[in-house]
């Protein structure tokens, strides 16, 4: 009897495969300057929902490793911290997108139904 990968499995695996996606689109939308709920509402409109308890952390690390700045500015009488991409994180960007698109291009042959 043959058997299926668990949801277990599943849900396991495409964590694996937002986590990178995630970074490259976190990246991508902060090209122009957002605080996190209008970056988590940027991201979710363009289809990938993130938890804050995903994003905050992930804006943060990326800070620590100079991929982004943020400020901290006062905005409808509440203090928000708002995150741009470094002149770093603009280079690395450049360089996932190129990468990206070349993994894109060799799954979409490997995966194409004949």
Do not use: C
Request: hydrophobic content about 35%; charged content about 35%; cysteine-free.
């Amino acid at each position: 009897m043959k058997t299926f990968p668990t949801l277990e499995v599943f849900d396991s695996l495409r964590q694996e495969l937002r986590r990178g996606s995630l970074i490259l689109a976190v990246l991508g939308q902060l090209r122009s300057e957002h605080y996190g709920y209008t970056l988590r509402k940027a991201l979710a409109d363009q289809g990938l929902a993130i938890e804050e308890s995903t994003l905050y952390p992930l804006l943060r690390r990326l800070e620590t490793q100079g991929l982004l700045t943020s400020e901290w500015r006062e905005e409808e009488r509440r203090n928000k911290r708002f995150y741009r991409l470094s002149d770093e994180g603009r280079e690395v960007l450049k360089l996932l997108v190129a990468e990206w698109q070349g993994i894109d291009a060799s799954l979409r042959t490997i995966l194409k139904e004949e």
